[in-house]
């Protein structure tokens, strides 16, 4: 049998359908989730997507965070199972507090999107395992709100404790402190970040490489092994 | 409001606009937001209580975000 990877759709998410493709491509069996719905579908790890969930009204991901589904995940985060939060979703992440800091408008004020570089910096979380240390990725990034800040002392914790999960490379998009473009929860479960990894799982589209698909291989191995 | 040490690059925008549009002498911007909340029955200790909850868990974040409740009649 093999694991089911849940994706949400919030009133406003784009990038569902990639997601679910994306799972489908590393192995897994997709399963797609409302966002009025408390139930989980029994699935063994859920990816929040991009998009303008609710409009990003109040701000990106504020609203989603109080939504039914996210009661479940909440429970379910805190509890080990395995979440992925990709751009709006990692906006959702930070808003719901399974993971530290915010996101604010890019420092420039415009939406970009281009082909990130990122360095993997941590390889041991549930959704990098597939990637080695310091592996150096392509992926799309695409966004608004894209500008990741936290206090000093908070941005000094995740340095310390290897939690700054990806770091922009060649140039920093958005003003992120740090070039943070993505971090994890100290269980390594929650995993967040603004570039899209599930645009960049065929050769056809998106960069033209498959960089993004060990995102969803990692999980796979990790769930069927587990 | 954004706490002070968060760069507010909205207020920045309108703060370089200024002189453009010949208003001269203002050092900083900061730009923030505003919630007119119309209370149902009286505005009393616990509908305050509410409120603040209300700003500290859902309307502000309170990572980067400052707020205050006042009260207008």
């Known amino acids: 049998m093999t ?73 379910q985060a805190k509890a080990g199972m395995p979440v992925l939060g990709i751009c709006n979703g990692f906006q959702v992440l930070t808003e719901a507090h399974l993971l530290p800091g915010a996101m604010l408008r890019n420092n420039h004020l415009h939406f970009i999107c281009r082909d990130q570089k990122l360095r993997v910096e941590n390889a041991e979380t549930a959704w990098t395992a597939d990637y080695e240390q310091g592996q150096e990725i392509s992926v799309p990034l695409k966004n608004m709100d894209g500008r990741y800040v936290a206090d000093e002392r908070t941005l000094d914790e995740l340095e310390a404790e290897g939690r700054v999960a990806f770091r922009y490379l060649d140039m920093n998009p958005n003003g992120s402190l740090r070039d943070i473009a993505g971090v994890t929860n100290a269980a390594g479960n929650v995993v967040g970040l603004m570039p899209h990894p599930e645009h960049a799982v065929e050769p056809l589209i998106g960069t033209g490489g498959t960089d993004g698909l060990g995102f969803f291989t990692s999980i796979l191995k990790k769930l069927v092994n587990a | 409001m954004l706490k002070p040490e968060i760069l507010d690059p909205q207020g920045q925008a309108v703060q370089r606009a200024l002189p453009r549009l010949g208003f001269d002498g203002i050092a900083d911007v900061r730009q923030g937001k505003r919630f007119e909340l119309e209370v149902e029955g009286p505005v009393d200790d616990a509908a305050l209580a509410r409120i603040h909850e209300m700003a500290e868990t859902f309307l502000a974040n309170t990572v980067i975000e400052d707020f205050t409740v006042k009260v207008e009649s």
């Open chain 1, 3 to 75: 694991a089911r990877i849940g994706v949400v759709t919030f009133p406003g998410t784009l990038d569902d359908q990639d997601a679910l493709r994306a799972a489908r491509l590393a192995g897994a069996e997709p399963v797609s989730l409302w966002h009025r719905d408390k139930d989980l579908k029994q699935v063994d790890a859920v990816v929040l997507a991009g998009g303008f969930s609710y409009g990003d009204y109040l701000r990106a991901g504020a609203i989603s965070r109080f939504s039914p589904v996210m009661e479940s995940i909440i429970e």
